[in-house]
Every structure is written in C-alpha cells, then in structure tokens.
C-alpha cells in the first residue's frame, strides 16, 4: 500500500478539526494554546504534503513562515497566561474579561 496525498490530508484535516474542536470547547488558556498548536500542526502538514507531491518548495517555506509567527504568538500568549495567573491566580478564559478594569 502507498501512502498518497489523500493520506496526508486526512491527517491533516483531522488534526485541523480536532484543534479547532478544542478552541472552541476548553474554558482553560492553557489547554486552548495547546489545540492552536495542534491547529497548525495539521495545517503544516498540508502544506509541506502539497509541496512534496506536487514537486515544488513553495509550500515547505510557506510552513516555515507559519512555525515562524506560532512561535511569535505562543510567546505572546504565554505572557498573557503569566499576566493572568499573577493578578488573579486562574488560567480560565473568564478572567480575561477581568483585564479591562
């Protein structure tokens, strides 16, 4: 048995669904940060089995850009965890409300 494109991208949309699934159902920043990742995990996938079956580079570096700004906001989203955990001693999605006062 060969493993196709169809292969990749299956793993690819499962992983996308099963990120995108828990962004929208964990209440915990955490938890949510690390579905995002699982997100574009899945997207990563998709792009570099596109470059690869269809002979091109364009998708490989395309990739690099999105590890690129995942990195960016994971620091950033990690800052907003500390920030939260420091003022109010939750990481629960609620509390961001609680920011604007």
Do not use: P, W
């Not at 570099?48 to 700004?69: C, D, H, K, R, W």
């Amino acid at each position: 048995m060969t493993i196709t494109l169809t292969h990749f991208l299956l793993l690819g949309t499962l992983l996308f669904s099963l990120g995108l699934y828990g962004i929208l159902a964990k209440k915990n920043f955490v938890a949510v940060l690390l579905c995002l990742e699982i997100l574009f995990s899945g997207l990563n996938i998709s792009l570099v089995s596109f470059s690869y079956f269809t002979n091109t580079i364009e998708g490989q570096v395309f990739m690099l850009f999105v590890m690129a700004i995942v990195a960016a906001e994971t620091a950033m989203a990690l800052a907003l965890i500390l920030l939260l955990n420091k003022h109010y001693k939750t990481t629960s999605l609620d509390s961001f409300s609680k920011l604007r006062e």
